[in-house]
């Protein structure tokens, strides 16, 4: 039996609002992994909030491939894996506060967004490629 999610599964896994793992190359170093939030629509991009003076904002260049990461860390473990290109643009007004509500309650998103430096940058990654496990295939 295969421990790759459907299509289905796979999409559906990353619109659970996970806290992500982003991997972008630095040529000087080794790629920087770090935790994000991030926002999936049903067949759409992954979209990610950066600041503008950022390590991450200065590493990404439009049409960078980066890899995302989003894993269930209870059994039974899954995760899903994806690789692509990702495309910056300005953050609307309001996305860091609509991103937070994703996350925290409402008086914490509130908190969280007014002490932020602003909306920053929106990233969004085209996903070409997928790896995907579901160990509750093999009824853990």
């Not at 559906?12 to 000087?28: M, R, Y």
């Not at 960078?64 to 495309?87: A, D, I, R």
């Not at 609307?92 to 925290?104: D, I, Q, T, V, W």
């Not at 909306?119 to 969004?124: E, N, Y």
Request: hydrophobic fraction near 35%; charge should be negative; include cysteine.
């Amino acid at each position: 039996m295969s421990l790759a999610m459907s299509q289905h599964e796979r999409k559906a896994f990353l619109a659970e609002p996970h806290v992500g793992v982003i991997a972008i190359n630095d040529t000087e170093r080794g790629p920087l992994a770090t935790p994000i939030w991030y926002d999936y629509t049903l067949g759409e991009a992954v979209t990610f909030l950066v600041s503008y003076n950022s390590r991450k904002i200065r590493l990404l260049r439009e049409g960078s491939v980066v890899t995302f990461l989003v894993q269930q860390e209870t059994m039974p473990y899954k995760y899903v894996c994806v690789e692509g290109p990702v495309s910056i643009s300005p953050s609307k007004p309001g996305a860091l506060l609509e991103m937070a509500r994703r996350y925290l309650p409402e008086e914490q998103a509130q908190d969280y967004a007014n002490q932020s430096a602003g909306d920053g940058k929106t990233v969004s990654l085209d996903i070409k490629r997928w790896l995907t496990v579901d160990y509750g295939k093999e009824g853990w």
